[in-house]
């Protein structure tokens, strides 16, 4: 079944859809677990650490090191409080779509 939130083009590379049609060409989750991934692997007992660094079970920090799923957004602040590097790349992600957004106004928003 195929939603309305992403478009494939002719090439074949899939864009995923912001709320407001925008294409945004890496999505989130690909980043998410590439940078947990990056911090992660290398580690001897990772799948173990990553569940204690998240407070999430060991299946749970497989699946993010497997790339089946996402952190929720509780493990996700956990992991941020635990390591810079994963904290650095979500606000870094968080700039990035202010930025593209800036040019928009929200309405109620006391931000713009």
């Given at each position: 079944?195929r939603?309305?939130?992403?478009k ?5 590379r899939i864009f995923?859809l912001d ?6 060409s ?6 998410l ?7 992660f692997?290398p ?8 569940a204690r660094a ?7 920090a ?10 929720d957004?509780?493990a996700?602040?956990?992991l ?5 590097s994963?904290?650095?790349?979500v606000?870094?992600?968080v700039?990035e ?12 928003s006391?931000l713009n």
């Amino acid at each position: 079944m195929r939603n309305d939130w992403s478009k494939t083009c002719p090439n074949g590379r899939i864009f995923y859809l912001d709320g407001r049609m925008n294409a945004i060409s890496r999505p989130i989750k690909e980043t998410l677990l590439e940078v947990i991934g990056r911090e992660f692997r290398p580690l001897r007992f990772a799948q173990e650490m990553l569940a204690r660094a998240s407070g999430k079970t060991p299946r749970a920090a497989r699946n993010w090191l497997d790339g089946r799923c996402t952190p929720d957004a509780e493990a996700l602040i956990e992991l941020m409080a635990s390591c810079n590097s994963i904290a650095d790349e979500v606000e870094r992600l968080v700039a990035e779509r202010r930025k593209a957004r800036e040019d928009t106004q929200c309405p109620g928003s006391p931000l713009n």
